[in-house]
């Protein structure tokens, strides 16, 4: 918590697998589908975007998508995200929106990478602390999902 009472979110998972395929787990939209959610697509460059939705029937441009603007990356480091469209389901969206989003990838071993999610920039409002609260155990529950899904790869291997 920062002096103006700014939060940040702060979660990371250790995955036992390379870094390479983690990368490219946020980066590429093929494999950011095999863990994260059924549509998918990614520009990775700076300015570019990651748009997503959960709901299998929505197409790339729905207006109920995710749409999160690339604000830089270091390949196999870290991407820095901000979301300038969320689901209109999700109340408080304009809370989400002024919060950064940062994922790091920390090689521990040739074999085992540390992936950390940060947000920053959440206030201290009602809407931004009921999405900090959604956000906590929703991205809790990515992290292990890439986990499992990354972890199978590796051992298939």
Same mark, same amino acid.
């Given at each position: 918590?920062?002096?103006?009472?700014?939060?940040?979110?702060?979660?990371?998972?250790? %995955?036992?697998?390379?870094?390479?395929?983690?990368?490219?787990?946020?980066?590429? #939209? /093929?494999? $950011?589908? @095999?863990?994260?959610?059924?549509?998918?697509?990614?520009?990775?460059?700076?300015?570019?975007?990651?748009?997503?939705?959960?709901?299998?029937?929505?197409?790339?441009?729905?207006?109920?998508?995710?749409?999160?603007?690339?604000?830089?990356?270091?390949?196999?480091?870290? %991407?820095?995200?901000?979301?300038?469209?969320?689901?209109?389901?999700?109340?408080? #969206? /304009?809370? $989400?929106? @002024?919060?950064?989003?940062?994922?790091?990838?920390?090689?521990?071993?040739?074999?085992?990478?540390?992936?950390?999610?940060?947000?920053?920039?959440?206030?201290?409002?009602?809407?931004?602390?009921?999405?900090?609260?959604?956000?906590?155990?929703?991205?809790?529950?990515?992290?292990?999902?890439?986990?499992?899904?990354?972890?199978?790869?590796?051992?298939?291997?």
């Amino acid at each position: 918590t920062t002096a103006d009472g700014a939060r940040t979110l702060q979660q990371s998972i250790d %995955i036992n697998a390379p870094v390479t395929p983690l990368w490219r787990a946020f980066a590429e #939209a /093929e494999q $950011f589908k @095999r863990w994260n959610s059924p549509v998918a697509a990614i520009d990775m460059r700076v300015g570019g975007s990651l748009e997503a939705s959960y709901d299998a029937a929505h197409a790339l441009g729905d207006p109920d998508n995710i749409r999160h603007r690339v604000i830089t990356f270091l390949p196999e480091r870290l %991407i820095v995200f901000q979301n300038i469209q969320a689901p209109k389901r999700l109340v408080g #969206a /304009e809370a $989400f929106q @002024r919060t950064i989003t940062i994922v790091e990838y920390m090689p521990l071993s040739a074999d085992r990478t540390r992936v950390q999610i940060s947000s920053t920039g959440w206030g201290n409002d009602d809407a931004a602390n009921r999405l900090y609260v959604f956000f906590k155990a929703g991205n809790a529950s990515l992290l292990r999902k890439m986990k499992a899904v990354f972890e199978a790869s590796a051992a298939a291997k």
